[in-house]
T-cell receptor, first 113, second 110 residues
């Protein structure tokens, strides 16, 4: 069981470039989440999904898009990266609708120059 | 007033000591209270959670919730260097998203 995996682990972008972060889980969880973690800000929810084909906005969705075409995958897209999107991005999955028990991936460190 | 407040630390204690980590919150409607541990450059992992008020114990870890004071605590007994990490408290309403604290950095000194 790999749990939750994230690709890539590190990435450097220039302002205006686009990229997609991939999250995969092998635990057959319905619920998946994307967070960003910034110094002094804690974890903030970007988008989440309650099942295959569904997505919803979280606390800080602007500048990001997501897709959940397959139950095991949750993609986070940045269409036009900005320096303010420099952060560590974590994906998480949960077996319960309450989202109390979340399993996190190892994170993607993104720097936007 | 922020919804969840947590002292960022760092908190340094000698090995074997009892550690007390705390969070305060403003929303009296929170029902679930969680503690996550995050090692450097890793994702958070759930340590334990409690529903509503009271205590919960798991090995060397004890979580306490005092809803009257809007205050939660995590105690670590017989602390070990491997406990050195950032500890995130988190809370949620039923049917709503989790609100995370900013985390307290803990250093256990050998």
């Amino acid at each position: 069981n790999a749990g939750v995996t994230q690709t890539p682990k590190f990435r450097v972008l220039k302002t205006g470039q686009s990229m997609t972060l991939l999250c995969a889980q092998d635990m057959n969880h319905e619920y998946m989440y994307w967070y960003r973690q910034d110094p002094g800000m804690g974890l903030r929810l970007i988008h989440y999904s309650v099942g295959e084909g569904t997505t919803a906005k979280g606390e800080v969705p602007d500048g990001y898009n997501v897709s959940r075409l397959k139950k095991q995958n949750f993609l986070l897209g940045l269409e036009s990266a900005a320096p303010s999107q420099t952060s560590v991005y974590f994906c998480a999955s949960s077996p319960d609708g309450g989202g109390v028990t979340q399993y996190f991936g190892p994170g993607t460190r993104l720097t936007v120059l | 007033q922020k919804e969840v407040e947590q002292d960022p630390g760092p908190l340094s204690v000698p090995e074997g000591a009892i550690v007390s980590l705390n969070c305060t919150y403003s929303n009296s409607a929170f029902q679930y209270f969680m503690w996550y541990r995050q090692y450097s450059r890793k994702g958070p992992e759930l340590l334990m959670y409690t529903y509503s008020s009271g205590n919960k114990e798991d090995g060397r870890f004890t979580a306490q919730v005092d809803k009257s004071s809007k205050y939660i605590s995590l105690f670590i007994r017989d602390s070990q260097p491997s406990d050195s990490a950032t500890y995130l408290c988190a809370m949620k309403l039923i049917g709503d998203k989790i609100i995370f604290g900013k985390g307290t950095r803990l250093h256990i000194l050998p």
